[in-house]
C-alpha cells in the first residue's frame, strides 16, 4: 500500500504536515531567542528565557495547579467513566440509551457555551476560582471521552472468554483480575492519557472560573502573552510540548507493548 | 498416543456403570419474563460416557439448556444431578464441566500453554505437574509443540482443538460443547467431527452437544434430543429419530422428508388425493393427517402397469416436473395428482436419467410413510 502512493498524493499527505507541524517550527527556534521581544527570526540565541520561565514564579504555581487538577480529573474521570461504560454495555435496564446520550452530550456542545453555562450556575454555587470548580469543569469534558473510549473497550472484548474462565474453575474476583482487566487495559491508558491532556490543555472553560490565586497553566500563559512581548511564552510552550510527547510516546509504547503480548 | 497414557491425563472412566443415569436433567425449566417458556420441562438422563445431543433451530432452547447445565444462566425450576451429586444451586466455577463454546473463546492475552494451563492453575496444580498435563492435552489435539504460539496466530480449527484441550486438561466430570463446529468451513467440520467423537470415546467422558445441524447430531451421538419450542420433541438413538420420528416437527426437521396433506380412513391406511395407501398411522384411525416419506425411499421406475408392481408396495403414477442435478444425487420432482413428490435417486446408480415431462412410477414401502395427525408438533 504505502509503496504505491503516487508523488501528487505524498506532496499531499507533505503539505498537511507542514500545516499541522508550522506552529512548532515557529516556536521551537524563537523559545530559543535571547531578545526581549519576539522576532522571527531571533537576532541573538540562548537559553534565557528557558532560564526566565523556572524563575517565573506564577508560570511555576500554574504548572503545579495544573498537574494536581489534570491528576485528580484524570482518577475521579475513570471512576466515573468506567462503571458508567461498564453499566451502559452490559447491563439491561429502562433508560440506557438515554443516559448513554445524556452522559455524551457535552462532546457536541461548544466549549464556549458548556463555559458559559458553567460559569452562570457556579456563581450561584460560589465555586469559582476553586479546585473543586476547575476539577467539577474539566470532568465535564473528559468524561465523556472515558465513556466513550470504555464501551469501545467493553465491546472489543472477544466475547465468552469470561465465560470460559468461569467453567475452568475461575471466582468472579479472578476473571475480573485475571481476565477482564488485563484486556481491558489499553482502553484504560488510553482514557487516563486523554482524560490528562484535556485538562491540562484545557483554556476555553478554564478562563471562564479561573480566579487571581487558581490560574492553571494555560490560563497563565494566554494572560501572559496578553500583556507581555517577550519569547517567555515560546519556551513555556516548547516544554509543554515536549511534555505532551513523552506521555503520548509512553502510551504508544505500552500500548504497542500490550498488542504484542496481548490479541 | 495410547489410550493407556491418555487415560492417566484424563481419567474419566474409573467409576463403574453401564447404562445408569449419569447426568440427570430432572424438569429444567427457564421462564423469561411471566409467561415466555424458553426451555419447558425438560426431563433426560444421559448414562456414563456417552453423547448427548440437543438437536434444534435456533430459538430451540438448546443453548439455553447447556448454559444452565454449565451454570452460566440462572435456573427457573429444575434438578441437575452429576453422579447423584446436585449442582442445581452451586456456582458455575465449582462445577467442575469443561465447556467449549462455538467462537473457542480463547484467552487473547495468554500463550496456548498459558490458556490451557489456566484451569489446572485455577485449581493448584503444581507447575511441572501442570506443564507435563498441558503439554499431553496438545498432544491430544495434535497440537504437541503449540504451546508458546498466541492464539491469534492460528486456524480456526487449531483454536478450536486448543479450546478442547483447556477443557478435557481439567479432567471435568461432563463436557459441554455449544455449536463448536459451526464457525468451521465444511471440509474442516467433517475432520473435527470425527476427531472430537473419537476423543469423547476414547476418554469415555460424559458429553453434551448442541447443535442445529441434524447431519452432525445424527452421525456423532449415542443419544439425540430433539428440541422445539422449549421442549423436548423426542429422545433416542440417532436411529430411532431418523425412522422413527415421535411426530411431524421432527420428521420435518431431520432429515429431507416429503410432507402431503391426507386424511386417514382407517388404521394404516391414509387417502391423499384419489388414492389410498397402506402406510404406518401410529395407531390413529380417523382425521386430517400429514403422511412424510423420505425423498431416497421413493424408488422410480418407466411408467408401467400398477398390476405388474407388488400389492405390498405402494406406487403412484407422476409425471417428472423438474430435474435437478446435486452431484452425488439426482433430484426429481414428480407430480402425482396434485402433490408433488420429491425423490432423489444416486447418480452412480442411476440406470435410467428421467426427463423432465417424462411419466413414470414412484414406488415405496407402507413402512417408509409416517402418518401424523394434524398439526403434530407444529
Known amino acids: 500500500m504505502i509503496g504505491q502512493l503516487t508523488l501528487p498524493f505524498r506532496l499531499l499527505v507533505a503539505c498537511i504536515?507542514?500545516?499541522?507541524?508550522?506552529?512548532?517550527?515557529?516556536?521551537?527556534?524563537?523559545?530559543?531567542?535571547?531578545?526581549?521581544?519576539?522576532?522571527?527570526?531571533?537576532?541573538?540565541?540562548?537559553?534565557?528565557?528557558y532560564a526566565a520561565m523556572f524563575s517565573h514564579a506564577g508560570f511555576a504555581q500554574a504548572l503545579w495547579i495544573s498537574f494536581v487538577i489534570a491528576i485528580t480529573v484524570t482518577i475521579l474521570g475513570l471512576a466515573a467513566g468506567v462503571p458508567a461504560a461498564f453499566a451502559i454495555r452490559r447491563r439491561q435496564f429502562i433508560g440506557r440509551e438515554f443516559l448513554l446520550n445524556l452522559f455524551t452530550a457535552p462532546l457536541l456542545l461548544p466549549s464556549i457555551v458548556l463555559g458559559l453555562a458553567i460559569l452562570l450556575v457556579f456563581v450561584q454555587a460560589r465555586l469559582l476560582g476553586t479546585y473543586t470548580g476547575l476539577i467539577i469543569a474539566h470532568l465535564i469534558i473528559t468524561t465523556p471521552y472515558v465513556i466513550r473510549i470504555m464501551l469501545t473497550a467493553f465491546s472489543t472484548l472477544p466475547p465468552s472468554v469470561e465465560d470460559a474462565a468461569t467453567m475452568l474453575g475461575a471466582s468472579p474476583f479472578t476473571v475480573v483480575r485475571r481476565i477482564t482487566l488485563p484486556l481491558m487495559m489499553p482502553g484504560f491508558i488510553a482514557s487516563a492519557a486523554l482524560s490528562f491532556l484535556l485538562s491540562f490543555d484545557e483554556v476555553v472553560i478554564s478562563l471562564f472560573i479561573t480566579g487571581p490565586r487558581l490560574r492553571t497553566l494555560p490560563v497563565e500563559i494566554f494572560d501572559y502573552v496578553e500583556s507581555q512581548t517577550d519569547p517567555m511564552t515560546a519556551a513555556v510552550s516548547v516544554v509543554l510540548v515536549a511534555a505532551t510527547l513523552l506521555i503520548i510516546f509512553l502510551i504508544e509504547r505500552t500500548l504497542g507493548l500490550s498488542k504484542t503480548i496481548g490479541k | 498416543m495410547q489410550t493407556q497414557e491418555l487415560r492417566q491425563v484424563i481419567p474419566a472412566a474409573e467409576t463403574n456403570t453401564g447404562d445408569q443415569a449419569f447426568l440427570k436433567l430432572k424438569g429444567i425449566t427457564k421462564r423469561y419474563g411471566v409467561d415466555?417458556?424458553?426451555?419447558?420441562?425438560?426431563?433426560?438422563?444421559?448414562?456414563?460416557?456417552?453423547?448427548?445431543?440437543?438437536?434444534?433451530?435456533?430459538?430451540?432452547?438448546?443453548?439455553?439448556?447447556?448454559?444452565?447445565?454449565?451454570?452460566?444462566?440462572?435456573?427457573?425450576?429444575?434438578?441437575?444431578?452429576?453422579?447423584?451429586?446436585?449442582?442445581?444451586?452451586?456456582?458455575?466455577?465449582?462445577r467442575d464441566i469443561g465447556l467449549v463454546f462455538q467462537n473457542y473463546a480463547l484467552f487473547p492475552h495468554m500463550?496456548?500453554?498459558?490458556?490451557?494451563?489456566?484451569?489446572?492453575?485455577?485449581?493448584?496444580?503444581?507447575?511441572?505437574?501442570?506443564?507435563?498435563?498441558?503439554?499431553?492435552?496438545?498432544?491430544?489435539?495434535?497440537?504437541?509443540?503449540?504451546?508458546?504460539?498466541?492464539?491469534?496466530?492460528?486456524?480456526?480449527?487449531?483454536?478450536?482443538?486448543?479450546?478442547?484441550?483447556?477443557?478435557?486438561?481439567?479432567?471435568p466430570r461432563l463436557l459441554l460443547l455449544d455449536e463448536p463446529l459451526s464457525n468451521l468451513d465444511a471440509k474442516l467440520r467433517d475432520d473435527m467431527r470425527i476427531e472430537i467423537?473419537?476423543?469423547?470415546?476414547?476418554?469415555?467422558?460424559?458429553?453434551?452437544?448442541?447443535?442445529?445441524?441434524?447431519?452432525?447430531?445424527?452421525?456423532?451421538?449415542?443419544?439425540?434430543?430433539?428440541?422445539?419450542?422449549?421442549?423436548?420433541?423426542?429422545?433416542?438413538?440417532?436411529?430411532?429419530?431418523?425412522?422413527?420420528?415421535?411426530?411431524?416437527?421432527?420428521?420435518?426437521?431431520?432429515?429431507?422428508?416429503?410432507?402431503?396433506?391426507?386424511?386417514?380412513?382407517?388404521?394404516?391406511?391414509?387417502?391423499?388425493?384419489?388414492?389410498?395407501?397402506?402406510?404406518?398411522?401410529?395407531?390413529?384411525?380417523?382425521?386430517k393427517a400429514k403422511a412424510a416419506i423420505r425423498p431416497h425411499r421413493i424408488s422410480l421406475t418407466p411408467s408401467r402397469d400398477r398390476s405388474l408392481v407388488s400389492m405390498a408396495t405402494n406406487a403412484a403414477h407422476g409425471k417428472v416436473t423438474r430435474v435437478t442435478y446435486i452431484g452425488d444425487v439426482v433430484q426429481y420432482d414428480i407430480d402425482i395428482g396434485g402433490n408433488t413428490l420429491t425423490t432423489?435417486?444416486?447418480?452412480?446408480?442411476?440406470?435410467?436419467?428421467?426427463?423432465?415431462g417424462e411419466k413414470l412410477l414412484c414406488e415405496w414401502k407402507p413402512q417408509d410413510m409416517q402418518v401424523f395427525a394434524q398439526g403434530s408438533g407444529n
Not at chain 2, 59 to 88: E, F, H, N, Q, V
Request: charged share 25%; glycine share 10%.
Open chain 2, 197 to 287: 467423537r473419537e476423543i469423547q470415546q476414547r476418554l469415555q467422558i460424559t458429553t453434551v452437544f448442541v447443535t442445529h445441524d441434524q447431519v452432525e447430531a445424527l452421525t456423532m451421538c449415542d443419544l439425540v434430543g430433539v428440541m422445539h419450542k422449549g421442549k423436548l420433541a423426542q429422545l433416542g438413538t440417532p436411529e430411532d429419530i431418523y425412522e422413527r420420528p415421535a411426530d411431524l416437527f421432527v420428521a420435518d426437521f431431520v432429515g429431507r422428508t416429503n410432507i402431503l396433506d391426507g386424511e386417514i380412513e382407517a388404521l394404516d391406511r391414509v387417502r391423499i388425493g384419489a388414492s389410498v395407501y397402506p402406510c404406518n398411522t401410529r395407531g390413529l384411525t380417523s382425521g
Open chain 2, 344 to 356: 432423489e435417486v444416486h447418480t452412480a446408480s442411476a440406470g435410467h436419467s428421467f426427463q423432465s
Open chain 2, 111 to 171: 500463550t496456548v500453554a498459558q490458556n490451557v494451563a489456566f484451569g489446572l492453575e485455577m485449581r493448584g496444580v503444581g507447575r511441572v505437574e501442570a506443564r507435563d498435563r498441558v503439554e499431553e492435552a496438545l498432544e491430544m489435539v495434535r497440537l504437541p509443540g503449540y504451546g508458546e504460539r498466541k492464539p491469534k496466530e492460528m486456524s480456526g480449527g487449531q483454536q478450536q482443538r486448543v479450546a478442547l484441550a483447556r477443557a478435557l486438561v481439567i479432567r
Open chain 2, 36 to 94: 415466555y417458556m424458553a426451555v419447558d420441562d425438560l426431563d433426560i438422563d444421559v448414562p456414563k460416557g456417552k453423547l448427548l445431543g440437543l438437536l434444534g433451530p435456533s430459538g430451540c432452547g438448546k443453548t439455553t439448556t447447556l448454559r444452565m447445565i454449565a451454570g452460566l444462566l440462572d435456573i427457573t425450576r429444575s434438578k441437575i444431578t452429576i453422579d447423584g451429586d446436585d449442582i442445581s444451586h452451586k456456582p458455575p466455577h465449582k
Open chain 1, 17 to 49: 504536515y507542514l500545516f499541522l507541524l508550522a506552529p512548532i517550527l515557529i516556536v521551537l527556534p524563537l523559545s530559543f531567542s535571547n531578545d526581549s521581544y519576539i522576532t522571527f527570526p531571533p537576532e541573538s540565541w540562548g537559553l534565557r528565557w
